[in-house]
């Protein structure tokens, strides 16, 4: 089994938000990073991800020119899983359905030694589910990270039925190496941030949707009156709408009608209007990003 200081190349799955700011953070802890999505129009835009962050670091001068470059060197791209053969450690950070990340966890259990333990970002999904999809069960890990991730100070570690104290120990290690603070949660659906937050998402959505107040004062009284940086419409459209409604409907499936998604929130996403990344969700942004 690996300890932290064996680990010198991360695999990351997955270039979007979540995989980008991973394989971002990764890189800047002097990590080497196969990043991979895909396909390759993909790819690039996790790296174009990537350098708009470090864009917005470098302007604060929390990284200079030398340092950007040197990130955005330890980071390889790729479509191909086969290339994380070389991998001391490997983050799933794909969509956030269950038979995508079987199919993807039961390909990296043939492509990646056996001693290599395999983490998931997953928000809501069983660790346990996904690590009967290999032979290495004990070496498989929830590694729930914030969005963004080089902004967010925390990161979830989840503990599977199997999952190996070593390797959880491990797990906290890697985050800790990633300037990350650390809080443990058993695989349990939500585990503690999502089976907390999207409750808290949704009654925000119904208030909004039965006329309680207008979006905007929901989002005001919950941020001047509880003190947290974005109220619950906003959060939801920071985080994705899309992302929200798979997040709800695991935890409504598995803990019952407390649970169920507001009804507002499934229609936006049918409109394909999933917050900040698609110029419109319960606000309108002009920038895309
Ligand atoms: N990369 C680098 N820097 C970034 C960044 C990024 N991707 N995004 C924001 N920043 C920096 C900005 O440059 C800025 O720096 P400064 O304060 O030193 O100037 C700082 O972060 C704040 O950004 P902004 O001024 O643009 O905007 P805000 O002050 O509104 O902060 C926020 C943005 C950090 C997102 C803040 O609103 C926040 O913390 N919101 C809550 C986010 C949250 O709860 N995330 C967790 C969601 S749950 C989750 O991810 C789990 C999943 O499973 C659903």
């Known amino acids: 089994m690996r300890d932290l200081q064996d680990i010198e190349t991360v695999g990351v799955v997955g270039a979007g938000t979540m995989g980008a700011g991973i394989a971002q953070v990764a890189a800047t802890a002097g990590y080497d990073v196969v990043m991979r999505d895909i396909e390759a129009e993909f790819v690039e835009q996790g790296f174009d991800r990537i350098e708009d962050s470090l864009d917005r670091l470098a302007e604060k001068g929390e990284v200079d020119a030398d340092e950007r470059d040197d990130v955005l060197d330890r980071i390889t791209g790729t479509t191909d899983l086969g290339d994380f053969s070389d991998s001391d450690l490997v983050v799933e950070a794909a969509v956030e359905n269950m038979d995508i990340k079987r ?63 070593a390797v959880v120990d491990l797990a906290h290690d890697f985050a800790e190496a990633l300037g990350k603070e650390t809080w443990e949660s058993d695989d349990k659906p939500g585990f503690v941030t999502n089976r907390i937050l999207m409750p808290w998402i949704n009654e925000g959505i119904r208030a909004f949707d039965e006329g309680v107040a207008t979006k905007e004062d929901i989002d005001k009284g919950m941020k001047l009156g509880t003190n947290v940086p974005m109220g619950p419409l906003e959060l939801a459209d920071h985080i994705g709408l899309d992302i929200c409604l798979d997040a709800s409907e695991t935890l409504h499936e598995e803990l019952g009608d407390r649970y169920k998604p507001a009804y507002l929130l499934k229609r936006k996403v049918d409109a394909g209007d999933l917050g900040k990344k698609t110029g419109k969700g319960f606000y309108e942004y002009d920038d895309e990003s």
């Open 103 to 165: 199919d993807i966890f039961s390909e990296l259990d043939d492509e990646v030694p056996d001693d290599v333990p395999l983490a998931t970002n997953t928000s809501t999904l069983s660790i346990t589910t996904i690590a009967a999809a290999t032979d290495r069960e004990e070496r498989i890990v929830g590694l729930h990270f914030m969005n963004p991730v080089p902004v967010m100070k925390g990161v979830e570690v989840v503990v599977g039925e199997k999952t190996s104290e």
